[in-house]
């Protein structure tokens, strides 16, 4: 069965300090990994997703995830984080075959607070 | 944001009510989904539709109704609800149904059930 673990359920962080949000994955075959970030009282924004080939993915607003298969991790980082990247993020995962039964299954979400 | 639409973005509803979910996606995608989000929990998806066909009914119980009439539209027909269904409903599009389509998800309802 698939499954995402996020282990912290908060990330407190200095703006301006390097940030990372950690996501482990469990999945058939080769794996597809999303990050989402949710706003409050908004939906989930896509920030970036790991297919296949390089496994440092760039994403939107900065923000860079490193697909790892021996660790089986797809940890979210940015180099320095801004006040207003605090939110709700979540990780994502799919295994490598189509249709309806392939669901995205979603973690839990960690809670990033940045400091001013 | 603006390429899945949703509303309303809030709806407070007594258990004998009848209301309905609306989404509009502008991305001209092929599937369509409802999930649900509660809070401390992992998001739950309801039904995915693929080319207007419901292709997944997520063991929902039958007070949610789906409906596709096309594909860039969905519903979510609710009846007689309860506390616990409480919850901000997703709703979400892809182009299909492979693996490597990403999921664009709309602002949400915020229903809550009296």
């Known amino acids: 069965a698939q499954s995402v673990a996020q282990p912290e359920d908060q990330v407190n962080v200095a703006e301006g300090n390097p940030l990372t949000v950690k996501c482990t994955y469990s999945?058939?075959?080769?794996?597809?990994l999303f990050w989402y970030v949710q706003y409050p009282n908004r939906g989930l924004q896509f920030l970036l997703k790991?297919?296949?080939?390089?496994?440092l993915v760039k994403g939107s607003y900065g923000f860079e995830a490193e697909f790892n298969k021996s660790q089986t991790s797809f940890h979210l980082k940015k180099p320095s984080a801004l006040v207003s990247d605090s939110a709700l993020y979540f990780c994502?995962?799919?295994?490598?075959?189509?249709?309806?039964?392939?669901?995205?299954?979603f973690g839990t979400g960690t809670l990033l607070a940045v400091q001013p | 944001e603006t390429g899945v639409t949703q509303t309303p973005r809030h709806l407070v509803m007594g258990m004998t009510n009848k209301k309905s979910l609306k989404c509009e996606q502008h991305?001209?995608?092929?599937?369509m989904y409802w999930y649900k989000q509660s809070a401390k929990k992992p998001l739950e998806l309801m039904f995915v539709?693929?080319?207007?066909?419901?292709?997944e009914n997520n063991s929902v119980p039958s007070r949610f109704s789906p409906e596709c009439p096309n594909s860039s539209h969905l519903f979510l027909h609710l009846h007689t609800l309860q506390p616990e269904d409480s919850a901000l409903y997703l709703c979400?599009?892809?182009?299909?149904?492979?693996?490597?389509?990403?999921?664009?998800f709309g602002p949400g309802t915020r229903l809550t059930v009296l």
């Open positions: 999945v058939s075959g080769n794996p597809y």
């Open positions: 979400a599009s892809s182009q299909g149904l492979a693996g490597t389509d990403t999921q664009y």
């Open positions: 991305l001209g995608h092929n599937a």
């Open positions: 994502a995962v799919r295994g490598s075959y189509g249709g309806a039964t392939n669901k995205l299954i």
């Open positions: 539709y693929s080319l207007e066909e419901r292709v």
């Open positions: 790991y297919i296949t080939g390089d496994n």
